[in-house]
């Protein structure tokens, strides 16, 4: 995981840890990413972006990823507030990342969007993925 | 169980208002019941109420877009209403483009685009020329209901009582077998 990202915010508040098992879990994610993001002081659009993307990428971590965990929570860097979001699977793994990071080509039946449509949504996105270990997504909002 | 979002018809109309999370399973029965509907029903347009939707990703616009297709091949147009602004926003950035499908604000725009039968006649929130809500026994004459017609006293109709059955003059108007239209439009 590319330490830059991870490491040089300092954690404003206490991280939750959210299982990605089911459909249900992909509901509940968004609702937990929501709240953060209200707390953060996200404007509505904001929170909009951020939801989505959070959406998106747990929605990956269930069907591509045969499942894993989403760990939120509220960062701060300087007086900027934001909410960081790190989807995690042991699945399979992303052969080539460049290529799932464009627009519309996809493994599965997608429409291809979930992973370059969320880099537009949010301000900063790392993504790890190593073939038969697993895949990382982090991703962190910021308010304005 | 397996759960459904209701579809109610109106007239020669589908209409779907999404109140609940829509998971994904749920987004399928949805497009698997509606286009059941629209078969059994010989439905010419589907309505979506999406307002309470927070948020449309990829998986939700592609069910929104499959609706849309999918009633066209049966003879049907689709049109989508009360989307968020900050949800139009995302979609935009998110890069889904949804070609097949057609928007309106709200309920009445959406029905008009279907060139809806039913009639939603209302002057501003008030109701007939006595201020109270006039409905199908007002003692107007059959066939005078229309908003903006010349002399007489204007009728105003909320769209619930509208589904109830056939009014009088209004022959065009198919009586609805469902529940009473969706209240979110209604006048007060």
């Not at chain 1, 989807?87 to 969007?113: E, N, Q």
Request: net charge negative; aromatic share 2%; proline share 4%.
């Amino acid at each position: 995981m590319n330490a830059g990202i991870v490491d040089s915010v300092r954690t404003g508040k206490g991280a939750q840890r959210h299982p990605i098992a089911t459909e249900a879990d992909v509901v509940h994610a968004r609702q937990a990413v929501r709240t953060l993001a209200v707390t953060a002081k996200l404007s509505l659009i904001d929170q909009t972006k951020m939801v989505t993307a959070a959406s998106e990428l747990a929605r990956n971590t269930l069907v591509y990823g045969g499942g894993g965990s989403m760990t939120i929570e509220v960062v701060e860097n300087g007086p900027r507030r934001g909410v960081r979001a790190v989807f995690t699977d042991a699945g399979p793994g992303i052969a080539d990342v460049d290529i799932a990071m464009t627009d519309g080509w996809t493994s599965g039946s997608g429409l291809g969007l979930g992973l370059s449509g969320s880099r537009r949504l949010v301000d900063d996105f790392v993504i790890e993925s190593t073939l038969g270990v697993g895949t990382t997504v982090c991703v962190v909002k910021w308010s304005r | 169980m397996m759960e459904h979002i209701p579809i109610l018809k109106i007239g020669n109309l589908l209409l779907v208002s999404i109140q609940v999370d829509l998971h994904d399973k749920l987004a399928l029965t949805l497009q698997d019941d509606l286009s059941e509907q629209i078969v059994a029903t010989g439905a010419r347009g589907v309505l979506i109420d999406i307002s309470t939707l927070e948020i449309v990703d990829s998986f939700i616009g592609r069910m929104l877009s499959t609706i849309a297709s999918l009633s066209r091949i049966l003879d049907a147009e689709t049109v989508v209403v009360g989307m968020r602004p900050a949800v139009a926003v995302t979609l935009v950035e998110l890069g889904l483009s949804m070609p097949s499908v057609r928007t309106a604000l709200t309920v009445e725009q959406g029905l008009a685009l279907l060139g809806a039968e039913v009639k939603v006649a209302w002057e501003n929130g008030v109701a007939g020329e006595n201020g109270e809500e006039t409905g199908l026994d007002d003692g107007s004459a059959p066939g005078r209901d229309v908003v903006g017609g010349a002399g007489g006293p204007k009728t105003t109709r909320s769209s619930s009582s509208r589904a109830v059955g056939p009014c009088p003059g209004d022959a065009d108007v198919l009586p609805s077998g469902g529940a009473p239209a969706a209240g979110r439009e209604v006048p007060g």
